[in-house]
């Protein structure tokens, strides 16, 4: 396994980069070819196509739900969707980091839908994505072994297979308690901290109160949308940019540049955009790594926003502006115009601009007219800011004629640990 990724390291390190957007969309075809030929033939629900001559174009746009229930005819392994279920099912309840399905590891995503997903990968595929990762995001700093913080939901097999002569992993269990997790932290010393916003979030609090003492070169925030306020906060507090990583139970999507640009890796992926409006559009992916469940034209509920410029730093793959959060991040109100739509970001910035004496908050709309604000803080700051936050928000709703909305306002927010906070979320059922 190890040598694998090295050889995945080294063979990404040493790829040819396309210089123009021309020769990137060559370097798709090419490989969309070779994948038609050598993967989808072997998948009975792609075969057909591919025997019919089909284009891409011509096959058809999926998404998680279509993804799920053709499981069994997509796979190119003939695997069943019910046995590998039960194996995935079963590790979560025994926290059995390792399922396995003969040579396959099993995955169990829940997203942010809170939909089940169900993800197969061969070691191949794994040591191709670890050697992917560890390329595009961790900065080498050579001669010096570097010690990697990893703050997870699960110690998966995935991270476990990573340990060498140049890096050293640790698994923080965000289940265990803060103050524990926060000693052997300190203990650690990392040179490279990663985690989700939310958890960078506590850690650079901790650190801010004189609780915590590390250092990071690297800081890497993964799973959730960083939001401007998180990153701000984060990187002032250690002093160094932050690296985001766009990935998903579907894939390593893109990873943030030196100008904080999010790039999307068109080298192996190729991305179709179905636009929302303007610039911001759902990701249609289509994968050329994964050959055990091929990804082909799987959208993904994200909304992303296309940078209005090229980025400075001249990559040629899709710059983004942002990511917007998924679709279920979006409150949506009835007028007798017709629906209008609120975007996390625009609610985000719009409380940034009114306030920043919080240490978290979440928007919540409960159902077609009840808005609820979650907000922790200092408690005597909380009147004065939850009624802030609460005219922002009714100033927004006012501009987009939304009228008759009953606002709440919580001390706190809800939340479990592990799960992810999603500062805006429709919680409509
Ligand atoms: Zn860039």
């Known amino acids: 396994m190890k040598l694998k990724i090295v050889y995945y390291w080294l063979y990404f390190r040493f790829k040819r980069k396309s210089k123009t957007r021309k020769e990137l969309t060559q370097y798709q075809q090419r490989k969309l070819q070779s994948f038609f030929a050598k993967v989808l033939t072997q998948s009975p629900y792609y075969a ?18 279509i993804f799920m229930e053709m499981f069994d005819q997509i796979n190119t392994q003939g695997i069943k969707k019910q046995q ?21 590891t099993v995955g169990l995503s829940t997203g942010t839908s809170g939909k089940r997903g169900l993800f197969v990968v061969s070691e191949k595929e794994r040591a191709q994505w670890v050697g992917l990762v560890m390329n595009r995001v961790i900065k080498p700093i050579f001669f010096k072994k570097q010690k990697i913080a990893f703050f997870l939901r699960a110690n998966s097999n995935l991270y476990s297979s990573i340990r060498s002569s140049l890096f050293e992993f640790a698994y923080f269990d965000i289940f265990k308690p803060v103050d524990e997790l926060l000693a052997d932290l300190n203990a650690y010393q990392p040179h490279i901290l990663a985690a989700q916003p939310s958890v ?13 003492h590390i250092s990071p070169k690297q800081i890497i925030s993964f799973a959730e949308v960083l939001q ?40 192996f992926l190729l991305i ?11 990701p249609v992916i289509t994968d050329f790594t994964r050959s055990t469940q091929p990804i082909i034209r799987y959208e993904l509920d994200d909304i992303l926003i296309e940078r209005e410029s090229p980025c ?3 990559s040629v793959f899709l710059g983004l502006e942002r990511i917007e959060g998924r679709a279920d991040d979006v409150l949506v109100f009835t007028t007798s115009e017709g629906k209008v739509k609120l975007y996390p970001d625009i609610i985000c ?56 909305i009953t606002i709440e306002l919580q001390k706190g927010i809800t939340t479990s640990p592990g799960s992810k906070l999603r500062k805006v979320t429709r919680a409509i059922l």
């Open 48 to 65: 057909t196509f591919v025997k019919e001559g089909k284009v891409l174009d011509d096959f058809p746009i999926i998404n998680k739900q």
């Open 84 to 104: 590998a279920m039960e194996i995935a099912l079963q590790a979560e309840e025994s926290r059995n980091f390792s399922p396995e399905y003969g040579k396959l």
């Open 200 to 212: 960078l979030s506590d850690i650079a609090d901790r650190q801010q109160r004189g609780l915590l």
């Open 228 to 267: 401007d306020e998180d990153n701000h906060f984060i990187s002032s507090v250690f002093n160094v940019s932050i690296t985001q990583v766009y990935q998903c139970t579907e894939g390593f999507l893109g990873v943030s540049c030196t100008h904080g640009t999010i790039h999307l890796n068109e080298d």
């Open 272 to 282: 179709e955009k179905k636009t929302i409006e303007g610039r911001r559009f759902h």
């Open 312 to 314: 400075p730093c001249g």
């Open 349 to 404: 910035r719009m409380i940034a601009r009114r306030t920043n004496d919080f240490r978290t908050y979440r928007i919540v709309q409960t159902d077609e007219s009840h808005v609820r604000i979650e907000l922790d803080c200092d408690p005597g700051d909380f009147d004065t800011v939850g009624q802030r936050i609460q005219a922002g928000i009714e100033d927004l709703l006012q501009t987009n004629h939304v009228y008759s």
